[in-house]
C-alpha cells in the first residue's frame, strides 16, 4: 500500500502559478511513476501529467506546455509547477502512482485546492 500526500494548492489570479508538491510512502519500491490528476465540479476526474522512475513525462493537452511535473526517484516525491493559470484549471488536484503493470497503488486522498479567479 502506497499512501500519497497532496500539498500547495491555494487562489491565484489568472496568469499566476502555483507549485503542488506529493509526497508517497509505504510500499514505495513498487512505484513505477507519479501522477497528478484534478477533478473540477461537476466533472471526472482526469489524470494531467505523469513522471517515471526514470523521468520521463507526459502531459494532457489541455495543460501541455503550461505545467511541468518533476520527480525525485529516491524520494518518491513529485512537484507540479503550473504556470499561466487559468481560470478553468480550477479543481481539486490528487496525485497518485502506479505500478509498472500500470496498477493504481494508492488510495484517493483529499487533494488539494487549486482557484484560479480575479
Known amino acids: 500500500q502506497v499512501q500519497l500526500v497532496e500539498s500547495g494548492g491555494g487562489l491565484v489570479q489568472p496568469g499566476g502559478s502555483l507549485r503542488l508538491s506529493c509526497a508517497a510512502s509505504g510500499s514505495i519500491a513498487s512505484i513505477f511513476a507519479l501522477d497528478w490528476y484534478r477533478q473540477a465540479p461537476g466533472k471526472q476526474r482526469e489524470l494531467i501529467a505523469r513522471v517515471t522512475d526514470k523521468g520521463a513525462t507526459n502531459y494532457a493537452g489541455s495543460v501541455e506546455g503550461r505545467f511541468t511535473i518533476s520527480g525525485d526517484n529516491a524520494k518518491k516525491t513529485a512537484l507540479l509547477q503550473m504556470n499561466d493559470l487559468k481560470p478553468e484549471d480550477t479543481a481539486v488536484y490528487y496525485c497518485?502512482?502506479?505500478?509498472?503493470?500500470?496498477?493504481?497503488?494508492?488510495?484517493w486522498g483529499q487533494g488539494t485546492q487549486v482557484t484560479v479567479s480575479s
Open positions: 497518485n502512482a502506479i505500478d509498472a503493470l500500470g496498477q493504481r497503488l494508492g488510495s
